[in-house]
C-alpha cells in the first residue's frame, strides 16, 4: 500500500488529484480497479484513460486534463511506471538463511543474509554474497560466485568458476557457464576441446529463462553490465557483449563475436561468429546477420509471410534471381543497342 | 494386453479376422512383431500392409482386403491409433502418494491420489489436484495451481501463482510463468517492470520439453484448452492462444500477439507482437510473421536452401531487387514508348 | 602440470626448445603466460606469435622459425591442441559414489565407480555404468541406460529408457527422451499418440546444454557414434543421424529426417521432416532445409543482412517476384518480336 502523496515522491511527479487515495497494485487503463495504478504512453489509448476506474494515473502533461482520475504527472510515463511497479512485484519475498533441505558444501561461503531455497545444490568453494536469492533446486557449481543481490530462478545452473555481478537476476532454467561448442576434426571425429575460460557476467543485468551462456575456451565469455537478455537465446563461448544491450527470445550469437554497447536485437536472430557490431545497432527480428556491422542504424534481413501459393512462386524465382539480373542487364543493352540516342 | 474384440470395442471398429488374438505393444507395420497392432493411413506404404507381420492392423475399408493379418476398419485410422496407443504407453506409472525425499510447504494443499515424485519442492500455498503427477526435481511454486491429472515432467519449474488445467501436460525442463521481457529505458540502462499477471494454461493441453511461458505484465498471459506445444517454444508475456491451436518446435511468438483457434504454426516459425491471427492459419516452416493475418489459410515465408554457390549469387541479388524492379519498369517505358501500339 | 617432453611425446611432435620447461596452463597467443602453452593455426596471428610469452607454442613447422618461445611442430595444430587441452581442464574432478544426499531407487544397478552428486534422482531399474559422473539434480529415469564413462551436466533428464553410449557427455539443462510431437485431430482437439519408441544415443558423443532429443513414435530415434551437438538443439522423433556429424546451436531437425554422416550444420538451421540428407552436406547458418538433399556439398538459403530502408524496399519487391519474373519475359518476347533477327 501506497499513498499518491508517497508515490509522486518516488516518482518526483506533480500529482494533480487527492494525495491520501490509496494505491494496493498495477492495471491497464482498461482493466485496472479503483485501487490499482495505470499509466498512458501510447496516445493510440486515450479513449481508455477517458473510461479508466483505475485510482491513479501516470501520464504525460498533454494527457493529464482527459484523466477522470488522479493523475501523476511525468515526462515519460513508461519509466515512471517500471520505477513504481517493482513497489508492487507480486514476487514471494525469499526469506534469508540455508533451508535445511539444501545442499551445501563446507567449503561454500554464503553471506547469511542470503537465501538458499530447498533442493539447491552448492559445491566447493563457491561464493554466495549478501542479499542473495537461490530458488528451489538449482547448483551453483564448484567456485562460482555470485555478487550481492544476485537473484537466481529455480533450476538454474551455474556452472564452475563463472562469475555473476550484483544485483543480476538470471530466471528458471539457464545454464551459465556451459562448455563451448570446441572440436577439432582428427580424421575420423571430433576432439573435444576443453573450454578451460569461463563466464563473468556484469551488474544489474537480466537475464531469462531457458538460457545457454557458455564459458571461454581459454579466455573468457563477457557480458557487460545491465545487459538484458530474454528467454532461450543462446550465447556461444567468447562472445562479449557491451553494456546495456538488449536481447529479445531465441536469438543466437555464435562464437568469438564482440556486440557493442545499447545494441537492441529484436527475437529469433542469428548472429555469426568472429564478427564485430558496433554500439546502437539495432537488428529487426529473425534477421540473419552474417558480417560485422561497422554503423549504428537499424539492420534487417529476410522476408515478410504472404499467402503460400504467393510465397511459393516467388520463391521458385528467388532460385533464378542472379539469372533474372542478367537477363535484365541483357534486355538493357538491347535497347541501347537499338536505340543508342536514349 | 487386449484382445481384438477389446480393441475392436473401445474404437468402434469393424473386426475382419479372429477376435481373441491377444496384442501387447505398438508397431510398424515393417517391424510389428505377432503380437503387436499397427496401422495404415498414407496409402505410400499399401506395399508395407501386404508383408506386415502384425498382430493386427488399423485401416480404411479400402485398403482391408491386403491385409495378410486380421484388420480393424476404421474411416480414420491414425486417429484410432493415437487412441489404443494410450493403452500401450510404456511411460512410468507413477504411485500416489508423496515421496519422503520430496520437500513440500506445509502451507501446500495435495490431494492424497497425487504423485509427488523425489526431489519435488512444493512451495507455499501452492495447490495440487487428484491424479496429478509431477515428476522428480521439478519445483511448484508460491501459489501455483495444478488441476485435477495434471502431468509435469522431470526439473520443470512452475513460477509462483500460475495455472495450469485439468489433464495438462507439460514435459521436463520447461518453465511456466517466467517473468516477460518487460523493461524501460533509462537514460542510462534498463528499468525492469515488474510483472505483476501470470500465465494460465488451459485444460488437455500437451507442452513440450524446454518450453518457456512467460507471465503477464499486468493482465495474464492465456492459453486455451486442448493446445499442443512442441519442444523449445517460447511464448512471450500477454499472449493469448487460442483452443486447439498447435505449435512445433522452436516456435516464438513475441509479447501481446492474439492468436486464434485451431492455428498449425510449423517449426521455427517467428511471430512478432503486437499483431493478431484469426483462426485457422497455418504458417510453414521457418516463416516470419511480421503483421497481422486476418484471412485464414496457409502462410509461407523465407527461401529454401540451393547450393551454396546459387544462393550466393541470389543473395547479393535480393540486395538490389528493389533497383532491379525500377530498372525493370524503365525498361517496360522504353518499350512502350518505341513502339506505343503494344 | 606437464614437461614440453612429456607433451611432445602424447602429442608426437618434433620439440624444438628446453624439454624440461613446465606447462600448468593453457593460453592464446597473446594472453599466455611463461606457464601456459598455446597454438597457432591460422596465420593471421603470426603477428602475435613473434610477441607471444607462452611456455610454448603448437604451430607447424613452416611457422616454428618465427616463434621466440619453445615449440611443438605438428602438421595439424589445432588437432594437437585440442588433445592436450584435455591435460589442463579445469572442469571439477568428480569423487566416486552416490552421494548421500542422491536419491537411488533400489532397483537401479550403479557402478561403484560412478559418480552421482547430491540432489541427483536415480528411478527405477536405471542402470549407469564404469565412471559416470552424473552432477547435481540431475534425473535419470526409470530404465535408463548410462553406459561407462558417460557424462550428465546438472539439472539434466535422461527420460525411462533412454540408453546413452559410452563416453559421451550431456550438458546441463538437457533432456533426452521427451515425448515427440505426436499427435491425431479428433474433430475437435488433438489425441496424443502415446511415444512408445526410445533413444539410443551413440559413443563418444557430445550433447550441448539445453538441447530436447525425443524419443521415437513407435521405433527409435537414434544418434550415431561421435555426433556432436551444440545448445538448444532439437531433435524430433524418429530422426537419424549419422556418425560424426556436427549441428550448432539453436538447430531444428524435424521428425522422422535422416541425415547422413559427417554433415556439419551451423546455428539456427531448420530442417523438415521426413526427408533425407547424404553424408558429408554442410548447410550454412539459418537456412531452411525443406526437401531432401542427396549430393555432397555446402548448401545455404535466406538472404543476410542491409540497413533497414533498403531492406524494406527489396522484401516489399520480393512479394512480386513471380509477377517481375513474368514482365521480364514479356519485355524479351517484346523485343524478339521487334527484332527478330536477334
Known amino acids: 500500500m501506497m499513498t499518491l502523496a508517497e508515490i509522486a515522491e518516488l516518482l518526483k511527479a506533480e500529482l494533480r488529484g487527492d494525495p491520501s487515495v490509496q494505491v494496493s497494485g498495477l492495471g491497464t ?27 491513479a494515473v501516470i501520464c504525460r502533461a498533454e494527457h493529464a486534463d482527459e ?14 511506471f517500471a520505477v513504481i511497479s517493482q513497489r ?41 554474497g549478501a542479499g ?8 551453483i557449481g564448484v567456485g562460482a560466485r555470485l555478487a550481492e543481490q544476485v537473484r537466481i530462478g529455480a533450476n538454474v545452473t551455474i556452472c564452475h568458476g563463472a562469475q555473476i555481478g550484483a544485483r543480476t537476476n538470471i530466471q528458471a532454467g539457464s545454464v551459465i557457464g556451459c562448455d563451448g ?33 557458455d564459458r571461454g575456451a581459454i579466455e573468457d565469455t563477457v557480458i557487460g553490465n545491465n545487459v538484458i537478455i530474454d528467454n532461450q537465446v543462446h550465447i556461444a563461448h567468447n562472445v562479449t557483449i557491451g553494456e546495456g544491450t538488449a536481447m529479445a527470445a531465441q536469438v543466437g550469437v555464435a562464437g568469438s563475436s564482440q556486440i557493442g554497447r545499447f545494441c537492441v536485437f529484436a527475437g529469433q536472430v542469428g548472429v555469426a561468429g568472429h564478427i564485430e557490431i558496433v554500439d546502437q545497432v539495432q537488428v529487426m527480428g529473425k534477421s540473419m546477420v552474417s558480417g560485422s556491422i561497422r554503423k549504428k542504424g537499424i539492420y534487417a534481413s529476410g522476408v515478410p509471410e504472404t499467402d503460400h501459393e504467393t510465397w511459393r512462386r516467388n520463391a521458385v524465382r528467388f532460385r533464378h ?11 538493357e543493352r538491347r535497347l541501347d543497342d537499338s536505340n543508342p540516342a536514349k
Open 88 to 128: 508492487f512485484d507480486i514476487a514471494p519475498v525469499a526469506v534469508a538463511g540455508v533451508h535445511p533441505r539444501a545442499i551445501v558444501d563446507p567449503s561454500a561461503q554464503i553471506d547469511e543474509s542470503a537465501s538458499i531455497a530447498a533442493g539447491v545444490v552448492v559445491e566447493a568453494n563457491a561464493e554466495i
Open 321 to 331: 534471381l542472379d539469372e533474372m539480373a542478367k537477363r535484365l542487364k541483357a534486355v
Open 29 to 55: 487503463l482498461k482493466g485496472a480497479n479503483s485501487g490499482q495504478i495505470s499509466f498512458l504512453t501510447n496516445p493510440r489509448y486515450r479513449a481508455q484513460l477517458k473510461e479508466t476506474r483505475a485510482a
Open 181 to 213: 561448442f570446441g572440436f577439432a576434426f582428427n580424421g575420423q571425429g571430433w576432439t573435444k576441446i576443453a573450454q578451460v575460460g569461463t563466464v563473468r557476467i556484469g551488474e544489474s543485468c537480466d537475464i531469462g529463462a531457458g538460457v545457454t551462456i
Open 132 to 139: 542473495v536469492v537461490v530458488m528451489a533446486n538449482s547448483v
Open 67 to 80: 484523466s477522470p482520475v488522479p493523475v501523476l504527472v511525468v515526462s515519460d510515463p513508461h519509466l515512471a
